[in-house]
């Protein structure tokens, strides 16, 4: 059975997300401790924790940027622990980050063009492309889908800091990914951009799972079925949305005493 086949056969039965005893070393600083966590296809994941719990790093760790100094990560039953970034998009895997990594001088259009023709079969060819093309309508869908066909035209430079972060979304569904990572896309949004960033979350197709780290909890657990909180490395508390805001040692932990 070939690489890819054994891929696709194993994936049929396996989480999406699998980790075993990730631990990530910094020196002496031990970033994340023993994270054992499992995500399955199309689950929808809350990260939680205040500033240092290490959700960035365990994002990293399993998008290949860091590798973990102990564990393993698997990814729909294949064993990534190892595999560089380029390797783990490859297979699906998506992320955003904190900070915007767009280019700023091409326009909304050409930005999701870039995406959507760097994840394809074709990426080296120097046939141009048609309006017509495939890939062409997966740009159209993809700008639809982010709400952003009335500045598909313009520079990424001009657009308010809600419609970047809503592009990095669409950059992010390019290629018809199998799972995502979203690393604090409400970080910066007004109360309306929050609301529209709910909208577009809430709508992805039920195939595709995630993973969303969050500051904002009202935004992550609108938009997630189950939810995880870290706190010095390691996982504190998992349960259902409901189940962690009514938890006594999350209100005195993560939103004070006096939350209700």
Do not use: W
């Amino acid at each position: 059975m070939s690489s890819i086949a054994e891929r696709i056969a194993a994936s049929g039965t396996s989480n999406a997300i699998e980790l075993r005893g990730v631990t990530r070393y910094f020196g002496a600083l031990a970033a994340l401790t023993d994270i054992t966590m499992s995500v399955r296809p199309g689950e929808r994941r809350a990260v939680l924790g205040s500033n240092g719990a290490g959700k960035t790093t365990l994002l990293n760790c399993i998008t290949g940027d860091f590798f973990p100094t102990f564990g393993t990560v698997r990814f729909f039953g294949e064993d990534v622990t190892t595999l560089p970034p380029h390797e783990r998009i490859r297979r699906g895997l998506r992320r955003t980050y904190q900070i915007s990594l767009l280019f700023s001088r091409l326009s909304v259009r050409d930005n999701v063009y870039l995406a959507c023709r760097g994840v394809s079969r074709g990426r080296f060819s120097f046939i141009r492309t048609r309006a017509r093309d495939a890939i062409m309508q997966s740009v159209e869908e993809l700008i639809a889908l982010v709400h952003l066909e009335s500045v598909a035209d313009r520079l990424v430079e001009e657009l308010a800091h809600g419609q970047q972060r809503q592009l990095e979304i669409a950059l992010a569904l390019a290629g018809a990914p199998r799972f995502i990572l979203f690393d604090e896309p409400a970080a910066g949004l007004s109360p309306a951009e929050r609301r529209d960033l709910v909208a577009i979350l809430t709508a992805l197709p039920s195939h595709i799972g995630y993973i969303i780290i969050e500051h904002d909890m009202d935004v992550a657990l609108r938009v997630v079925e189950s939810v995880t909180m870290m706190h010095n490395g390691r996982i504190f508390k998992e349960g259902a949305p409901h189940e962690i805001q009514a938890d006594p040692e999350v209100q005195e932990l993560f939103l004070g005493s006096g939350h209700a």
